[in-house]
Nanobody
Framework: QVQLVESGGGLVQPGGSLRLSCAAS????????IGWFRQAPGKEREGVSC????????YLKDSVKGRFTISRDNAKNRVYLQMNSLEPEDTAVYYC????????????WGQGTQVTVSS
């Protein structure tokens, strides 16, 4: 059974940090790119970051460059999204997803974790 489970969300003040974790099971994790997406209330889902399967190349949305870092641990079947200098505009439900590449469709999705940035 394929599963992607996000954790690490919560309430944080502006300027604070959170580390999201995506735990994968039920598929050959090392062969998949893992992306992070987010959806804020009333807005469309958007891609935030992705890490490839082959050489662990990383991609970041322009608005999070310099603040967010994505990494993967294939031994633990986990991907992490370190989020620093958080802004209220980062408030959203964050999802991880697995796909054959960062630029193509994603086959598997997690249930999401809420991130709220507020004072």
């Amino acid at each position: 059974q394929v599963q992607l489970v996000e954790s690490g969300g919560g309430l944080v003040q502006p300027g604070g940090s959170l580390r999201l974790s995506c735990a994968a099971s039920g598929f050959r994790f090392r062969n998949y790119a893992i992306g992070w997406f987010r959806q804020a209330p009333g807005k469309e889902r958007e891609g935030v970051s992705c890490i490839s399967s082959s050489d662990s190349s990383t991609y970041l949305k322009d608005s999070v460059k310099g603040r967010f870092t994505i990494s993967r641990d294939n031994a633990k079947n986990r991907v992490y999204l370190q989020m620093n200098s958080l802004e209220p505009e980062d408030t959203a439900v964050y999802y991880c997803a697995a796909g054959t590449s960062c630029l193509r469709g994603y086959a598997y999705w997690g249930q999401g974790t809420q991130v709220t940035v507020s004072s």
